[in-house]
């Protein structure tokens, strides 16, 4: 069987990554339709072999089509997902506007993909936060086996997670350096991005801690199990593409870490690459282009009882945001269409 699909936001990094993803994993495809903004209209993508042209988002009726994934932001996705799942036409969206509503499936395939049941009450799915996706991935074989009490990460995420504007920004800035008559002060981050760090990603809430860790926490509750105590910091690092996470594990059961990687060797999107050697461990540079989520320096935490600690880098344009897109448009053909 296959499926008419529609890509919204076709032209931005998300959405044309969601185009390859497609071709590369020969998602069944009857009918393709790349959607962008009115200003974008006519730019060409490509999709496999083929360029598509893109056409207006804003007079395109979604009747007849079976799938839609959005690569746009929440305000734009607020005004056309209605009208797409009004016309009988699924939405996987990639933005943050459905990610809490009690009515819209969270989903990473691998980790609750029976989910996608509950995609009927509004004919919309969300897509998680591109940090949460890899770190779910790896809490659940970990959670199955010895039942997570606490996680606590630090997440060092790559320019790319805020657009083309993060990437420009660095680009330039980095450029700006070698010539400092060409200065380049920060638009897109609050500081210089360029040879340092900003703890700091999306807005401060009152508690202290940024929308970006109250994401992770809140998604990861959704997804993977309410009970788990999770706390963030997130940090926006000088790098372009891959997102790259140093987690610490509580766990009810003790869990030896030969065990854990073990377990995670035989996990549905995983791949251990962990020689306690030099290089023996995966940078984000490495993981570009890549499906899997990598996982490094598997250890025990001898502070706490039943304590690992774990390294863990995925290419967030990837399973952060269309890979996984993707992979949720698969279980939908599998276990929703094709059952009608």
Not at 21 to 38: G, N, T, Y
Not at 46 to 70: H, M, N, P, Q
Not at 287 to 313: E, H, K
Request: proline residues 4%; hydrophobic residues 40%.
């Amino acid at each position: 069987m296959s499926y008419k699909v529609v890509v919204v936001g076709a032209t931005g990094n998300v959405g044309r990554e969601m185009l390859n993803i497609l071709a590369e994993r020969e998602f069944p495809i009857s009918k393709i339709a790349a959607l962008a903004s009115r200003k974008s209209i006519g730019t060409e993508v490509s999709f496999g072999e083929k360029t598509l042209k893109t056409r207006d988002l804003a007079t395109f009726d979604f009747t007849g089509w079976d799938i839609a994934l959005f690569a746009v932001g929440s305000d734009t996705t607020k005004e056309y997902a209605p009208k797409s799942a009004a016309a009988g036409c699924i939405v996987i969206d990639n933005s943050s506007l459905y990610r809490y509503d009690p009515d819209v499936p969270l989903i990473v395939p691998e980790v609750n993909s029976e989910a996608i049941h509950e995609c009927k009450k509004k004919n919309i799915i969300a897509n998680p936060n591109c940090s949460t996706a890899q770190m779910v991935v790896t809490l659940k074989p970990l959670h199955d086996r010895a039942r997570i009490k606490r996680v606590v990460v630090s997440t060092y995420q790559s320019v790319s997670g805020a657009g083309k504007e993060g990437i420009d920004e660095l680009w330039d800035q980095t450029k700006s350096i070698y010539n400092p008559v060409d200065d380049k002060p920060p638009r897109k981050f609050t500081k210089q991005i360029a040879f340092n760090v900003i703890p700091h990603i999306d807005v401060f809430l009152d508690s202290g801690d940024t929308k970006e860790e109250w994401k992770m926490v809140a998604e990861t509750k959704k997804i993977l199990d309410t009970s788990i105590k999770v706390t963030a910091t997130c940090v926006r690092v000088p790098v372009f593409v891959g997102h790259s996470e140093a987690i610490n594990i509580e766990f009810e059961d003790f869990l030896d870490e030969d065990e854990a990687r073990s377990i995670l060797r035989e996990a549905p999107g995983i791949m251990v690459i962990d020689k306690r050697e030099d290089g023996g461990y995966v940078s984000p540079i490495e993981c570009v282009g890549d499906y899997a989520t990598f996982i490094s320096r598997i250890r025990q935490d001898v502070t706490v009882q039943n304590g690992l600690n774990l390294w863990c880098v995925c290419d967030n344009l990837r399973k952060g945001a269309a890979l996984n897109a993707v992979q949720i448009a698969e279980v939908l053909g599998n276990k929703v269409l094709k059952k009608g």
